[in-house]
Nanobody
Framework: VQLQASGGGLVQTGGSLRLSCAESEHTTTVYTVSWFRQAPGLEREWIAGIRRSDATTYYADSVKGRFTISRDNAKNSVYLQMDSLRPEDSGSYYC?????????????????WGQGTQVTVSS
């Protein structure tokens, strides 16, 4: 499975960005996709996840109410709509896929990773 993340950029505080994660064709039917972010010098942080089967969503407290994760099964894609962005949201954003129905927060539990897309929020 290959994941392709895109959509990062430079935005002012309070602005919005929409990240996309495109999945290559694969036969796995029970899986979840999450977004993580990593700022320089810090650990990779889980921020949101979604189940493929029923689109149940999960969010970290730091982004709840501001970010929305969604998916389009027909396009094999997952999206992260980020609103009311803050400077502390800056970092490299990664999408990751895990086989199974759980949405864990620990990076090592994920099976596949996309490359990062950079998000910079200016103050």
């Amino acid at each position: 499975v290959q994941l392709q993340a895109s959509g990062g950029g430079l935005v002012q505080t309070g602005g919005s960005l929409r990240l996309s994660c495109a999945e290559s064709e694969h036969t796995t039917t029970v899986y979840t996709v999450s977004w993580f972010r990593q700022a320089p010098g810090l650990e990779r942080e889980w921020i949101a996840g979604i189940r493929r089967s029923d689109a149940t969503t999960y969010y970290a407290d730091s982004v709840k109410g501001r970010f929305t994760i969604s998916r389009d099964n027909a396009k094999n894609s997952v999206y992260l709509q980020m609103d009311s962005l803050r400077p502390e949201d800056s970092g490299s954003y990664y999408c990751a896929l895990r086989k199974g129905a759980r949405v864990p927060e620990r990076p090592h539990e994920y099976d596949y990773w996309g490359q990062g897309t950079q998000v910079t929020v200016s103050s």
